[in-house]
Protein backbone atom coordinates (compact mmCIF):
# COMPACT_ATOMS: atom_id res chain seq x y z
CA UNK A 1 0.00 0.00 0.00
CA UNK A 2 2.94 2.33 0.92
CA UNK A 3 4.56 1.98 -2.25
CA UNK A 4 0.87 2.51 -4.56
CA UNK A 5 0.35 5.73 -2.64
CA UNK A 6 4.15 7.46 -2.93
CA UNK A 7 3.73 6.58 -6.58
CA UNK A 8 0.01 8.70 -6.42
CA UNK A 9 2.31 11.41 -4.90
CA UNK A 10 5.41 10.97 -7.49
CA UNK A 11 2.34 11.12 -10.25
CA UNK A 12 0.38 13.84 -8.32
CA UNK A 13 3.78 16.06 -8.21
CA UNK A 14 4.77 15.45 -11.48
CA UNK A 15 1.30 16.45 -12.51
CA UNK A 16 1.72 19.72 -10.18
CA UNK A 17 4.98 20.13 -12.03
CA UNK A 18 3.43 20.13 -15.49
CA UNK A 19 0.61 22.23 -14.49
CA UNK A 20 3.19 24.85 -13.19
CA UNK A 21 5.12 24.59 -15.88
CA UNK A 22 2.38 25.45 -18.28
CA UNK A 23 0.72 28.14 -16.15
CA UNK A 24 4.41 29.55 -16.41
CA UNK A 25 4.72 29.21 -19.98
CA UNK A 26 1.34 30.75 -21.02
CA UNK A 27 2.10 33.82 -18.51
CA UNK A 28 5.22 34.28 -20.50
CA UNK A 29 3.39 34.00 -23.93
CA UNK A 30 0.95 36.18 -22.18
CA UNK A 31 3.59 39.24 -21.16
CA UNK A 32 5.77 38.39 -24.86
CA UNK A 33 1.92 39.24 -26.53
CA UNK A 34 1.48 42.17 -24.34
CA UNK A 35 4.95 43.43 -25.04
CA UNK A 36 4.97 42.57 -29.13
CA UNK A 37 3.83 45.52 -31.73
CA UNK A 38 2.90 44.17 -34.70
CA UNK A 39 1.42 45.83 -38.37
CA UNK A 40 0.65 43.58 -41.43
CA UNK A 41 1.98 44.64 -44.82
CA UNK A 42 1.76 43.46 -48.20
CA UNK A 43 3.74 44.15 -51.39
CA UNK A 44 1.50 44.51 -54.73
CA UNK A 45 2.82 43.27 -58.12
CA UNK A 46 0.77 43.38 -61.74
CA UNK A 47 1.79 40.82 -64.26
CA UNK A 48 1.03 41.33 -67.41
CA UNK A 49 1.51 40.00 -71.00
CA UNK A 50 3.98 42.12 -72.54
CA UNK A 51 2.53 41.03 -76.30
CA UNK A 52 -1.16 40.40 -76.14
CA UNK A 53 -1.63 36.83 -76.43
CA UNK A 54 -4.59 35.76 -75.96
CA UNK A 55 -5.62 32.74 -75.00
CA UNK A 56 -7.66 30.80 -77.58
CA UNK A 57 -10.79 30.08 -76.26
CA UNK A 58 -11.47 33.32 -74.65
CA UNK A 59 -10.99 36.56 -77.02
CA UNK A 60 -9.28 39.05 -74.99
CA UNK A 61 -8.13 37.27 -72.39
CA UNK A 62 -4.30 35.59 -71.76
CA UNK A 63 -3.49 32.69 -69.79
CA UNK A 64 -1.45 32.90 -66.46
CA UNK A 65 1.96 31.78 -65.79
CA UNK A 66 2.48 29.05 -62.77
CA UNK A 67 4.24 31.62 -59.99
CA UNK A 68 6.51 29.75 -57.91
CA UNK A 69 5.45 30.30 -54.35
CA UNK A 70 8.54 30.09 -52.21
CA UNK A 71 10.06 32.46 -54.61
CA UNK A 72 7.61 34.84 -54.00
CA UNK A 73 7.27 34.83 -50.24
CA UNK A 74 11.34 35.32 -50.53
CA UNK A 75 10.89 38.83 -50.80
CA UNK A 76 9.71 39.29 -47.81
CA UNK A 77 12.56 37.36 -45.83
CA UNK A 78 14.94 39.51 -47.91
CA UNK A 79 13.64 42.68 -47.37
CA UNK A 80 15.83 42.86 -43.47
CA UNK A 81 18.63 42.65 -46.21
CA UNK A 82 18.09 46.15 -48.04
CA UNK A 83 19.70 49.06 -46.75
CA UNK A 84 18.33 50.54 -43.52
CA UNK A 85 16.36 47.92 -42.53
CA UNK A 86 15.26 48.34 -38.23
CA UNK A 87 17.22 45.95 -36.77
CA UNK A 88 14.68 45.59 -33.76
CA UNK A 89 11.93 44.23 -36.24
CA UNK A 90 11.29 40.81 -37.83
CA UNK A 91 9.30 39.78 -40.27
CA UNK A 92 7.11 36.88 -39.99
CA UNK A 93 3.67 34.68 -41.29
CA UNK A 94 4.50 35.78 -45.09
CA UNK A 95 2.45 34.04 -47.36
CA UNK A 96 1.37 34.71 -51.13
CA UNK A 97 -1.97 36.04 -52.31
CA UNK A 98 -2.40 35.81 -56.14
CA UNK A 99 -5.14 36.23 -59.35
CA UNK A 100 -5.77 37.06 -62.49
CA UNK A 101 -2.42 39.72 -63.38
CA UNK A 102 -1.35 40.29 -60.23
CA UNK A 103 0.40 38.56 -56.67
CA UNK A 104 1.14 40.10 -53.72
CA UNK A 105 3.18 39.03 -50.87
CA UNK A 106 1.44 39.92 -47.34
CA UNK A 107 3.22 39.45 -44.27
CA UNK A 108 3.67 41.04 -40.31
CA UNK A 109 6.45 42.63 -39.22
CA UNK A 110 6.94 42.70 -35.18
CA UNK A 111 8.90 44.47 -32.29
CA UNK A 112 9.01 44.55 -28.51
CA UNK A 113 9.14 48.18 -29.18
CA UNK A 114 6.53 50.90 -30.71
CA UNK A 115 8.86 52.92 -32.10
CA UNK A 116 10.67 50.33 -33.68
CA UNK A 117 7.41 49.47 -35.63
CA UNK A 118 7.47 52.98 -36.69
CA UNK A 119 10.50 53.02 -37.16
CA UNK A 120 9.76 50.04 -40.14
CA UNK A 121 6.96 51.87 -41.18
CA UNK A 122 8.63 54.74 -42.15
CA UNK A 123 11.22 52.43 -44.04
CA UNK A 124 9.14 50.22 -45.65
CA UNK A 125 7.31 53.51 -47.05
CA UNK A 126 10.43 54.80 -48.86
CA UNK A 127 12.56 51.96 -49.61
CA UNK A 128 10.45 50.66 -52.70
CA UNK A 129 10.60 54.41 -54.19
CA UNK A 130 14.51 53.38 -55.01
CA UNK A 131 14.68 52.13 -58.34
CA UNK A 132 17.14 49.43 -57.47
CA UNK A 133 15.16 47.95 -55.22
CA UNK A 134 11.71 47.90 -57.22
CA UNK A 135 14.32 46.11 -59.97
CA UNK A 136 15.46 44.03 -58.18
CA UNK A 137 11.79 42.86 -56.61
CA UNK A 138 10.53 42.61 -59.85
CA UNK A 139 13.26 40.66 -61.20
CA UNK A 140 12.93 38.52 -58.41
CA UNK A 141 8.97 38.03 -58.97
CA UNK A 142 9.71 37.45 -62.75
CA UNK A 143 11.91 34.55 -62.15
CA UNK A 144 9.26 32.63 -60.37
CA UNK A 145 7.33 33.01 -63.70
CA UNK A 146 7.15 29.88 -65.40
CA UNK A 147 7.10 31.74 -69.07
CA UNK A 148 9.00 35.24 -67.35
CA UNK A 149 9.83 36.32 -70.82
CA UNK A 150 6.10 36.82 -72.43
CA UNK A 151 5.11 38.96 -69.19
CA UNK A 152 5.96 42.04 -67.47
CA UNK A 153 6.32 42.71 -63.93
CA UNK A 154 5.51 46.23 -62.13
CA UNK A 155 5.92 46.98 -58.45
CA UNK A 156 2.40 48.59 -58.43
CA UNK A 157 1.96 49.64 -54.59
CA UNK A 158 3.15 48.75 -51.40
CA UNK A 159 1.01 49.34 -47.79
CA UNK A 160 0.56 48.73 -44.63
CA UNK A 161 -3.07 46.76 -44.19
CA UNK A 162 -5.93 47.40 -42.07
CA UNK A 163 -6.31 44.18 -39.71
CA UNK A 164 -8.73 43.85 -36.82
CA UNK A 165 -7.80 43.98 -33.03
CA UNK A 166 -8.55 40.46 -32.96
CA UNK A 167 -6.15 39.50 -36.20
CA UNK A 168 -3.87 41.43 -34.29
CA UNK A 169 -4.17 39.50 -31.31
CA UNK A 170 -4.46 36.04 -33.15
CA UNK A 171 -0.72 36.93 -35.36
CA UNK A 172 1.05 37.98 -31.91
CA UNK A 173 -0.34 34.50 -30.12
CA UNK A 174 1.43 32.50 -32.96
CA UNK A 175 4.95 34.40 -33.24
CA UNK A 176 4.63 34.08 -29.03
CA UNK A 177 3.90 30.45 -29.00
CA UNK A 178 6.44 30.16 -32.02
CA UNK A 179 9.50 32.25 -29.81
CA UNK A 180 8.53 30.15 -26.82
CA UNK A 181 8.64 26.60 -28.58
CA UNK A 182 12.36 28.41 -30.05
CA UNK A 183 13.06 28.92 -26.38
CA UNK A 184 12.80 25.49 -25.12
Same mark, same amino acid.
Given at each position: ???????????????????????????????????????????? !? %? =???? #????? &??????? @???????????LIAE???????????????????????GFCR??????????????? !? %? =???? #????? &??????? @???????????????????????????????????????????????
Amino acid at each position: MSTLASEENLLFSTKKEQNRHQNTSKQHACTLESSLHGHKYAIH !F %D =ITPE #AAQPD &SSNEGCY @EMPYLNTELCILIAELLPLFEGFPQAVWISQQRLEEGHGFCRIVFWTFAESADAIKT !F %D =IWFQ #AIFRK &SRVTETL @ERLVACALEEAGDFEIALNDWARLHVTQKDTQKAMQKVASNMLAAER
